[in-house]
């Protein structure tokens, strides 16, 4: 049986451990992109943007659907350790070692001289030789690999004209570099004029994302976005959902911009603009429209938008400043 001063502890203690976990979280803004970095600038997705006075430094990605290809910066991966092979450095070194005590007169066969010795040079690298390749065959049936040495088949999935989220090639997803065995060639890049038109049209985009987020427009929010960043947004108001809290965003308004980069990939063109803007932003309960929380009045952004021919601009990535 507990006494009221046990629960009393216990209560206490569970409190403090709330608590502790509530400032050791790392804190995430409400309004869209969660204060993070998400989405797809094409080839560029893992190259910083160009510096602006807006924004002179960004974020990298931190969530995106695009892979890294040949073509792509993208510091923050490495590139896989060289896995050792069977039968290279084992017998590398039973090779050096018989070659070496043939020489000495000794080796596998220690005693021999004059041409004993050279006799069992030779049947030492038969021997090898006939191991190696033993070996070798076994290992290339192991893993399904055919015993005629060749260029491996490149593919890599991904059609880097097609911009964000990707597509086949249509050809197994190897290309012509693919069959042909090597690389897969980066897309070719070109510049692309942005004028007042262009200017106006982010400007816009960005009211009208920060007005469908808050009235959790999920059809508006596919309308003015990618795939890829319309799911990201959808997957913060489910979470929000979860929590039994709604995020309501009003007032937004751009104070300064500047373009950092716009160029064009295959038939889509794409441009990143540091945007920096008022807004007032609080998260309510669902219930009681009780205020949970309040956030920053300013913020500061590299937005990416795409279009393809013919169609409107479409907000592709949000990154935050640094």
Sequence with gaps: MLTSTTRRKRTATILALAAALTV???AVEARPGGGGSMGSRGSRTFNAPSATTTAPTAA??????TQPSPGMNNPGMQAPAARPRFGGGFMAGLLGAGLLGALLGGGFFGGMGGIA????LLLQVGLVVLLVSFAVRWFRRR???PAAAGAPYARTGMDPNAGPGGGNTGMGGAGLGGMMGGAQRPPQQRPVQIG???FQAFEKLLGEVQDAYS???VVGLRNLATPEMAGYFEEELRNNAARGVVNRIAEVMLQQGDLSEAWGEGSQEFATVAMRYTLKDVTLDRKTDRVVATEPSEAT???TFVRSQGRPWTVSAIQQTR
């Design 117 to 120: 010795s050279m006799l069992g």
């Design 301 to 303: 952004e590299l937005w």
């Design 196 to 198: 007042p038109n262009d």
């Design 143 to 145: 893993n399904g690999q």
């Design 215 to 217: 009235h959790e427009d």
């Design 24 to 26: 050791a979280a790392p």
């Design 60 to 65: 990298p990605m931190q969530r995106t659907q």
